[in-house]
Every structure is written in structure tokens, then in C-alpha cells.
Antibody, heavy 120, light 110 residues
Framework: QVQLQESGPGLVKPSQTLSLTCTVS??????????WTWIRQPAGKGLEWIGR???????NYNPSLKSRVTISIDTSKNQFSLKLTSVTAADTAVYYC????????????WGQGTLVTVSS | QSALTQPASVSASPGQSITISCTGT?????????VSWYQQHPGKAPKLMIY???ERPSGASNRFSGSKSGNTASLTISGLQAEDEADYYC??????????FGGGTKLTVL
């Protein structure tokens, strides 16, 4: 059974960088059948796709966040990570990592989510 | 990219059926059969209910079905049960190699 677990600071100051890591267990992050993705959800609002990374390191990002987002992968640790720079209160949300099946592009496994609050 | 358009809320009584629409453009919903649907209960991570427009993953109830016509996809839940009360989100692949979600629909079982 594949499991994903987010980890990282729950509080980040405005203008700083949000950093999260997702650890994958029960399967290899090097599998060519999946992308590894980040999704967020502000309290009481909908889901927003942040971006995805393939085992090769190839990435795609949400155009609205592209200038501030970097997703990276560490196959030796079976982990992938998110960095979001210059954060504001609008970046306060529950952040999920999820596995995305390459085709037909659906999210089959999700982490439990981690709340990140941007506040001084 | 703009979020896909879903109704904010729907409601029905137990045993009835409901349909939730998800409207996009020819660059996402209309251009690919890569629409999926997710159920989210409060405080929980989303759960995959439908993929590939109308395919059910193992473990998903057969009361859930999906369809698509043009730029609009739909999720139908038949024989409503109290446990179906949740938020529902559609998602689509896009021509820009990105993914986009709908705004979400709150289902109330009366």
C-alpha cells in the first residue's frame, strides 16, 4: 500500500520561503508510471494544483505560481519537495502531496495534508 | 489557468440521484478524456471516485458514475446515502501539460 507523508514547518513568516517534503513509502518514486505532485487548499476553499515532477526531474507548474515554485525530487530518499518563495498570507493553506498517474492523469494516492500558516 | 466551473452546492434526499456538472474549455475538459472526480469529507484528504471520465477505481461505489459532453463533464450519484455528503471536485488535464481543478461542489443529503 502506497503512503505519502508531508513534513515541514507549520509556520512561515511573510516574504520567507515555504519548504515541504513528501516521503513516499510502499512504492518507488522512480517508477516511470507516475508524476509526484503538490496541491493546496486554503481553509474553506477549493483545491489548487501547484505542480508536478517526474522521476527524470522534469517539472510542470501552475502558471499562477510558476515564478515562485520549485519542485525537486530525491530518488535516493524516495522523497520529493516543494519550495514556495516570497510567501504572503494568501499562501496559508493545507498542502497535500499526491501521486499522479501519468496517463490518464488522475491522483490515486494522497498524503493526509499539512497546514502551513504564513504569519509574523 | 482558470478553475473549472462547478455549482457551489447541490442537495437531495436519501435514495434520490444527483448530477454535478464541471464545465471547462476545449483546452481542458473538451480536449481530453482525462477528467477525474474526487470526494472530500471535512478534515480529510480527497478520495478518487472517477477517472478517465467514467472509470471507477477499485473500492469506489458503483453508485458513482461519470460522463462528458463537449466541454462539460458530469458526476452522477444514484441512491444517495448519508455518507455521500461531502465536497466533490473535478479535475482535468490541460493542453499546457498542467492539471486544473473545479471550484468544488458541496453535496447535502437532506
Amino acid at each position: 500500500q502506497v503512503q505519502l507523508q508531508e513534513s515541514g514547518p507549520g509556520l512561515v513568516k511573510p516574504s520567507q520561503t515555504l519548504s515541504l517534503t513528501c516521503t513516499v513509502s510502499g512504492g518507488s518514486i522512480s517508477s516511470g508510471s507516475y508524476y509526484w505532485t503538490w496541491i493546496r487548499q486554503p481553509a474553506g476553499k477549493g483545491l489548487e494544483w501547484i505542480g508536478r515532477i517526474y522521476t527524470s526531474g522534469r517539472t510542470n507548474y501552475n502558471p499562477s505560481l510558476k515564478s515562485r515554485v520549485t519542485i525537486s525530487i530525491d530518488t535516493s530518499k524516495n522523497q520529493f519537495s516543494l519550495k514556495l518563495t516570497s510567501v504572503t498570507a494568501a499562501d496559508t493553506a493545507v498542502y497535500y502531496c499526491a501521486r499522479l498517474v501519468v496517463v490518464p492523469h488522475y491522483f490515486d494516492y494522497w498524503g493526509q495534508g499539512t497546514l502551513v500558516t504564513v504569519s509574523s | 489557468q482558470s478553475a473549472l466551473t462547478q455549482p457551489a452546492s447541490v442537495s437531495a434526499s436519501p435514495g434520490q440521484s444527483i448530477t454535478i456538472s464541471c464545465t471547462g474549455t476545449s483546452s481542458d475538459v473538451g480536449g481530453f478524456n482525462y477528467v477525474s472526480w474526487y470526494q472530500q469529507h471535512p478534515g480529510k484528504a480527497p478520495k478518487l471516485m472517477i477517472y478517465d471520465v467514467n472509470e471507477r477505481p477499485s473500492g469506489a461505489s458503483n453508485r458513482f458514475s461519470g460522463s462528458k459532453s463537449g466541454n462539460t463533464a458530469s458526476l452522477t450519484i444514484s441512491g444517495l446515502q448519508a455518507e455521500d455528503e461531502a465536497d466533490y471536485y473535478c479535475s482535468s488535464y490541460t493542453s499546457s501539460s498542467t492539471l486544473v481543478f473545479g471550484g468544488g461542489t458541496k453535496l447535502t443529503v437532506l
